[in-house]
């Protein structure tokens, strides 16, 4: 099978999941990573070293930034002439949207966020969870390519090879400037931590965070002030174990609905799902919101004051306890035996 | 401004859903309006405050489905569309965008049709992107900052890295993110008006289109293998023995 992956980047820096995509297409025959950006060409190198068998590069000053338009039209274009059997891009933002324009450009379905892929005669069989995880659907595309996002830490990083080299074939792109209806007006940066998906460890916090009983808030403070000054003490307590393990914080709805921490950090069916090696839940008493956007990850360990809590019915070790003794002991525990 | 927000009617989001017999079942769980479109519908709403104009809803499903119809109406919206037909049963993505794509066309004059990022039953999240692609209007995904002057609709989108502040003209398609902001509770003026107005159906003979053709197939849904873990509840006479015991059993497993 001849497939087409798309390696997504920021400003240069490659998604992991653009490295596990190419693994995943090597492992179907031929592959053809494709870059596009602006000074990216160290992409190629990389793409190399990571089993690409050709690449594709276009480096333009009109796809210095992501803009749909302009990335899926030169897809879409270059697919057209050469016929992949298949393209796959990493499940990211802009991985998705570009899936998604230039399955209709080129008159094909996507299959989006798959976690298994297996070639059945001359076509791709995919598994995808849906209901955020409560349900597996196979899917299957009658046309071509057939499109298909992966989902990041799904699919194995393959072996890197350092030095090898293959052929480089430089592109244009399919848009001019005039062309193209959005401009980038610019960035603001996200707070500074791992990112949630990306994470192979998280420390999350639930509303419990925000109930230890032995502080004291300081006066003036309304009720919702008073609560939100206590789940931000809690909330420390969670980085700071975060911090030890080089994890990403995650956080409940019901914590980001009450204001705790922003969305960026919801775990969960309306926030984002996701399947680190270790997931440890404070003061989370697992709703089947919650459940469904963490329940794969390998190891999965419960902190929490209810013996009931339905997050210990996923959890391999369970304390039933006060998290606000038990975090800042556990936090102290691996300092000292990672020698931090 | 003319203004359109697609919405789709789910499960609620706390419904346990399984698969019987190759069909998916979900208790006796609400029908609700997918929670990512009522972001859609609140930035309409405040897109419509602050320039003025009008709000269609357009719904894609069954003509039993008005929930969510019901929801947006009672948030705001001006009036409503369902489109329901025969021919439009398990269409996938591309096929659904078309129809939506089409019924924007029919109404005429939009200047802003919002989305939600995706929608909570097939996590798909790629109907905004594609109905951007067929009506040839640029796509704004993954808003979480909206605003307008004059033609141009400028958005902040919330990416893997932080924002990235992207601007069109309208016409355009947005998309919404929960970062937007909290969608308003329908008021109960609200309710009694969404309890009777009467909603429009249109087929696709209305639409002037025929039945577009599926290229994914989902052949078999199953329910996820169980987890079989029996949690080991770790004790111990201090937090101090209990986290020591705790950091050592998650080290042995080898996912530090």
Redesign the interface.
Known sequence: MKTWVYIDH?KGQA?PASWEALGAGKNLGTVTAVIFGQNVEALAKEAFENGADEVLLADDVTLA?????AF?SSLSKLAAAASPDAIFLPT???G??I???A???LK??????VTAIEVQGDSIVVT????????????????RPQIVTLRGRAFPKPATQAGRTSTLTKVSPAMSEADI??????????EAGV?L?DA??IVSGGRGVSNNPALTPPGGLDEKQTEIWRAQQGFALVKELASV?GAAVGASRAAVDAGYV???H?VG???KVVSP??YIANGISG???HLAGM??S?????VNKDTDAPI???????????LF??L???T???KQ??GK | MKIVACIKQVPDSAAKVVVENGRVFWGDAPLVINPWDEFAVEAALQLKEKHGGTLTVISVGGENEKEAIKHALAMGADDAILIADPALSGLDTQSIAQVLASAIQKIGGVDVAFFGRQAIDSDSGLTPAQTARLLNWPALTLAAVISVEADTIKVDRAIEEGRQVVSAKMPAVVSLVKDYGEPRYPSFMGIRKAARAEVPVWSLANLGISAPTSVIAWPEITNPPSRNVVCEIITGSSPEEIAATLADKILAEKVL
């Open positions: 920021f998604m930034d992501y803009r749909a338009e899926s990211t933002t802009r998705r949207e899936a998604a324009m399955a209709i450009d094909t379905g996507v299959m989006v966020d995808r969870p849906i209901y955020a995880g409560k349900l597996l659907s196979k899917e299957t595309c009658s046309t209806k959005s401009k980038v007006e610019g960035y603001t940066t996200a990112s998906i192979s460890v393990l922003t969305y960026s919801q069916q309306t926030g090696d270790l709703a089947i919101q329940r794969t390998k190891v999965i360990v419960a210990f019915k996923v959890a391999r070790y369970g304390v039933v306890g006060d003794q038990i800042p002991a556990l102290a525990a691996f035996r990672l």
